[in-house]
């Protein structure tokens, strides 16, 4: 079981990126911060999918702004197996990064 990082990903352009992906026979608690390196506002997505390209209901954020420099959190994250986080950011120089823990259901 992991504890701590999860996932972190120098995220694409327009690209959904799967962050972390909860195993079989688990669940995790888990936080997410979307953190946005560039000197100009991003908009990025965050969501808790069934698949690597989220349906209409998964998205936990759509659209959000993140100001230059700063920094999206979410916490608290319940995810059951098979279950992925999966971001999204409007241009380079965002990454993310999940932390939390991992439990057995077994």
Request: with cysteine.
């Given at each position: 079981?992991?504890?701590?990082?999860?996932?972190?990903?120098?995220?694409?352009?327009?690209?959904?990126?799967?962050?972390?992906?909860?195993?079989?026979?688990?669940?995790?608690?888990?936080?997410?911060?979307?953190?946005?390196?560039?000197?100009?506002?991003?908009?990025?997505?965050?969501?808790?999918?069934?698949?690597?390209?989220?349906?209409?209901?998964e998205w936990l954020e759509y659209g959000?702004?993140?100001?230059?420099?700063?920094?999206?959190?979410?916490?608290?994250?319940?995810?059951d197996a098979g279950?992925?986080?999966?971001?999204?950011?409007?241009?380079?120089?965002?990454?993310?990064?999940?932390?939390?823990?991992?439990?057995?259901?077994?």
């Amino acid at each position: 079981m992991a504890t701590g990082r999860l996932g972190a990903a120098d995220l694409s352009a327009s690209t959904n990126t799967t962050l972390y992906t909860c195993p079989a026979g688990t669940f995790a608690i888990a936080n997410v911060s979307i953190c946005n390196r560039n000197a100009t506002s991003v908009t990025v997505r965050l969501a808790l999918a069934s698949s690597a390209t989220p349906g209409g209901a998964e998205w936990l954020e759509y659209g959000v702004t993140i100001p230059a420099n700063s920094v999206l959190e979410r916490t608290g994250l319940s995810i059951d197996a098979g279950k992925l986080l999966v971001v999204w950011a409007s241009t380079t120089s965002v990454n993310a990064l999940a932390y939390g823990i991992e439990t057995s259901t077994l």
